[in-house]
């Protein structure tokens, strides 16, 4: 893999995580919201789901098909 791709990953990896703390931290200092009424406090809820699930993504393992193993679930052929 080529160094300049894999810097790139781990900066975006970085900066999703400074945001996922940025966030978390705000959340945590927000004076108490009344319950399901805040909608600032429950957008920056969703922004932290949101940028969680992409750092989920990028740190998954891509399944790429190939005509030996098509699916997950066709395990590895040995020739």
């Known amino acids: ?12 990896q970085k900066a999703l995580q400074n945001a996922s703390q940025l966030l978390s931290d705000e959340l945590r200092a927000y004076p108490t919201p009344v319950s399901g009424c805040d909608a600032q406090y429950n957008f920056m809820i969703g922004e932290r789901n949101r940028v969680r699930a992409a750092l989920d993504k990028l740190e998954q393992p891509v399944f790429v098909a190939t005509p030996r193993t098509p699916s997950p679930q066709s395990g590895i052929e040995s020739r």
């Open 1 to 12: 893999m080529p160094e300049l791709f894999t810097s790139q990953i781990k900066a975006a």
